[in-house]
């Protein structure tokens, strides 16, 4: 038996005895078809809530468009949230008439991507000197006036990360000694400065660490001020905020951010807005991937059960992803969800590969062939982040509930 | 300075100084757009040729269509090959009007599935008693004589490969203690029992490995036919031939493969047909993913070249489909084929992940903003197998040259 990561809290049995997604029979939910992703509008709700709750009142909650593009799902976020953070002109297009304020960051946008971000009026976070020109050039070319901020490559990294993104040369932002030249650029440019975007490591479940960059950020936002002369009118801290995925993971104590985020901004002036972007954080927890088991067999004396899924629709779970070690997520038979796990099997997807592992010998109850096997963690780089067409096998369904 | 993989055979410089890829620029190939897969035809023609003139006569030649189901190369190798190998119904239907015999393997078929290939005519590579019995119940109902082979985990394994698919549990294939009793069963059901399928590993360059495999594949078949008392009409031997990918990569000595079989084949007796099943040591080196440089930036002393690719084309040239350890594929400028490698650089792609590597601290010419960026080893599990949707990124072109 190899350990499971823990299922996400708000998960019960429904009264038929299948997992219940917002209320509703997984059994239910997937009579017209698997696999299928269902994500959770309460859980999500319930999340934000907390954020409101924990964090400072003043601090803006974004969202990572690029964690979960579902478009009922940005429909849905966008009466919760104050501002939708981008990657690309696609997700643009996907947030466009949403109504909420639009950043853009990404360290290769091309010419037509700033066009339609300039168009649309967006905050466009500069990750080079060189694309500042070009987007000076652009602006001046279409005749719009600009709204900028400089995304700044800080000199430290959010500790214990599951991706560092700062600290070391890379391709995100410009080199903390370097900002404050770009800003006075912007600002003798007359562009409108919208203020700085620091982005230093996702998936952390450390609050002391979090903390620890919050602080060292807002102090490189301080630094960078008095070198330009001018407070930033917004200050995007990242985001970093972690969900538990594997066996040993510990929740993030959220409220420990909250506070100590809480006495930094206390002694700080007025006039400046601070922001958090989340992906995962917000929806990971919330979605349920859903499919169905098509055979079962004994093979060099273990039992496979193979299912209609696989890694072309949640590559992460199956460890191909980024991670170094493939450790099981949280994984259930989500038709027999009330019944006590009794038997050891592993999960596959139905690729002809080995690499399509999605549960390496769990223990689960009895699971006969028709029966629903439950991923959860999939409510964030889960879709859009795996291989759709490996193998040219159908397209997956989704569900906001 | 990090290595790189070798680029594959085959590749010069245009008159341009550009990468000529089948006799043309890759300046004029990425005119209408970037990024852009090419596939050479002469080079994959040179593949068969050689695999010809390397293997027994009566060996065949099929395509695993999962390496690289672009409709145009498809079509192209249909008048070239002995068979496709089908991973699902969408690749049935991508070959079903091609004329060349097919067959379908995978461990996960839905009942939609074994209809199409029933109605399709094609062998049904068998993987499990469970799934033998509902494709047996499905020709029944439709009134189809069905074509069945039996798919066998073997108890033994390509030695060193990419990939382990035998020699211990799997959802690959019946066990072989368990296959003669379940090509009995076929046989005494009436179905047109086609042979016998083993597939141990893939992505070897190790002559030996594969030749001991194939020796004992072959007397795994004996075996089951002594048992059956019926010689297979058929003997799908795999594929498993690998090509480099990496700098300490040697090509394989597919000659020396050749011969083996030859010897092995020589005192079998006639009545079977043998087949090797292959897809990356075809069409692999034949591709090329160009992506052009949309910034050129300086961070942490590190020079970095952001592309208007990236991992969402090309996941296996980042290090996150199946590797336990990131190294280079091969790479180069393509715009400045000619020109000697002079600068140590760091290419990304543009996506905003610290995942999205193509080249980490590889020796480049001096390199602008515009220049193409070509990576080698493209033309297998390149577009299909990456996460096409990630960051609701354009798509990307390809073209068969």
Redesign the interface.
């Given at each position: 038996m190899k350990p499971m990561g823990p299922i996400p809290p708000g998960f019960i049995a429904a009264p038929d005895g299948s997992l219940a997604i917002g209320g509703r029979s997984a059994v239910e939910l997937a009579r017209e078809g698997t696999p299928l992703f269902v994500y959770d509008s309460a859980l999500i709700a319930a999340k934000i809530d907390r954020f409101r709750a924990a964090m400072p009142p003043h601090v803006a909650l974004h969202y990572a468009?690029?964690a979960n593009?579902y478009a009922p799902l940005l429909t849905w976020l966008a009466s919760k949230l104050d501002g939708f953070d981008l990657?690309?002109a696609?997700?643009l297009?996907?947030v466009a008439s949403l109504g909420l304020p639009v950043s853009f960051?990404?360290?290769?946008?091309?010419d037509a991507e700033l066009e339609a971000a300039l168009h649309a009026g967006v905050t466009i976070n500069l990750?080079?000197?060189?694309?500042a020109a070009r987007a000076l050039d652009i602006a001046e070319r279409l005749g719009i006036a600009p709204k900028f901020a400089v995304r700044v490559?800080p000199p430290f990294a959010l500790k214990g990360a599951g991706?560092?993104?700062g600290g070391?040369?890379?391709?995100?932002?410009v080199?903390a000694d370097r900002a404050p030249t770009l800003v006075r650029l912007l600002l003798d440019s007359g562009a409108d400065w919208r203020g700085l975007h620091v982005y230093a490591g996702s998936q952390s479940l450390n609050a002391t660490a979090i903390i620890d960059l919050q602080r060292e950020t807002l102090m490189l936002a301080d630094r960078i001020a008095a070198e330009v002369g001018a407070g930033p009118p917004t200050v995007n801290l990242g985001g970093g905020f972690g969900i538990p995925h594997f066996a040993a993971d510990r929740p993030l104590d959220l409220e420990r951010v909250g506070e100590a985020l809480g006495k930094e901004l206390e002694s700080r002036p007025k006039g400046t807005e601070y922001a958090v972007e989340l992906g995962r954080w917000l929806v990971g927890e919330a979605g349920v991937y859903l499919t169905r088991v098509?055979?079962?067999?004994?093979?060099?004396?273990?039992t496979?059960l193979?299912?209609?899924g696989?890694l072309h629709h949640m590559?992460a779970a199956s460890g191909?992803?980024?991670q170094?070690l493939r450790r099981n997520y949280p994984i259930a038979n989500a038709t027999r969800f009330d019944e006590a796990p009794v038997e050891e099997v592993?999960v596959?997807?139905?690729?002809?590969?080995?690499?399509d592992l999605l549960g390496d010998e769990v223990m689960l109850p009895a699971t006969e062939?028709g029966d629903l096997i439950a991923i959860f963690c999939a409510g964030a780089y889960g879709?859009?982040?795996?291989?759709?067409?490996?193998?040219?096998?159908?397209v997956a369904r989704e569900m906001l509930v």
């Open positions: 468009v690029k593009p990657a690309s696609g997700e297009e996907k960051a990404g360290p290769g946008k091309r990750e080079s000197e060189r694309e490559n991706m560092r993104m070391l040369g890379t391709p995100f932002g080199d098509i055979d079962r067999k004994a093979s060099g004396g273990r496979f193979v299912t209609d696989g590559l191909n992803f980024g170094l592993t596959t997807g139905c690729l002809c590969t080995p690499l062939v879709l859009t982040a795996s291989p759709q067409g490996f193998l040219s096998q159908p």
